[in-house]
Nanobody, 125 residues
């Protein structure tokens, strides 16, 4: 099972980027999915998480205070994909962004926490 992240890049302050992360492999179910980031010289930190929800109700979300009102996390369960829409980007948002998911493989009764490879987001002032 892999988590493939994409969408990072270089953007000016105030600009927008949308990150995507798709899970592939023999997946039975995805539970919580999220985005974390690691700024240069700092520890990895939570950006946003979203739980699985139901067929009729979107999953509940949780955001770091620093991104509330600017970033939006969403997911497409049919595509096993999580997104992060980032608006109003600031230089302090510069970091390597990682996706994360709790994945239940086919044939297993438990969830495995999986990390994707990072994608660089650089915001210039």
């Amino acid at each position: 099972v892999q988590l493939q992240a994409s969408g990072g890049g270089l953007v000016q302050a105030g600009g927008s980027l949308k990150l995507s992360c798709a899970a592939s492999g023999s997946i039975l179910r995805l539970n919580s999915m999220g985005w974390y980031r690691q700024p240069p010289g700092k520890q990895r930190e939570l950006v946003a998480v979203i739980d699985s929800g139901t067929m009729l109700i979107s999953g509940s979300t949780n955001y770091a205070d620093s991104v509330k009102g600017r970033f939006t996390i969403s997911r497409d369960n049919a595509k096993n994909t999580v997104y992060l829409q980032m608006n109003g980007l600031k230089p302090e948002d510069t970091a390597v962004y990682y996706c994360n998911a709790d994945i239940r493989y086919n044939g297993r009764a438990y969830y495995t926490n999986v990390w994707g490879q990072g994608t660089q987001v650089t915001v210039s002032s």
